[in-house]
């Protein structure tokens, strides 16, 4: 079963994005990630991304004693397979989660204002 997929980043990449957050949290995100759907379905699941590279742009930084992450820009081919949704259905904007605190947890990051 996979838990979510998504848009991973790792090593420089993930550097440049941990080099920006102004709030560091007590738990650091263990693998730097945008998640495009949680626990998808076999349907939702698109082996023609894995292993390719994509643009994104971080176009803003939000945090409060829960959450700290990026809200971003995701590559304009990848929009159709975007698809991470609150419990209501309501999509949840492209973020990044990079730290939490004890009490939160990683989803409530696309909720900053």
Do not use: W
Request: glycine residues 6%; charged residues 30%.
């Amino acid at each position: 079963m996979i838990n979510y997929q998504g848009l991973f980043f790792e090593g420089e990449e993930a550097q440049k994005i941990l080099e920006q957050e102004k709030n560091k949290l007590e738990v650091p995100s263990d693998i730097l990630h945008c998640t495009f759907k949680y626990k998808p379905e076999e349907k939702d699941m698109y082996d023609e991304l894995v292993g390719n590279y994509y643009d994104v742009t971080l176009v803003g930084y939000a945090s409060d004693k829960n959450n700290s992450g990026f809200i971003l820009l995701i590559d304009k081919r990848l929009e159709k397979y975007y698809k991470n949704a609150n419990e209501n259905g309501k999509i949840i904007p492209p973020h990044i989660t990079c730290s939490i605190s004890k009490e939160s947890e990683p989803v409530e990051t696309g909720e900053l204002k």
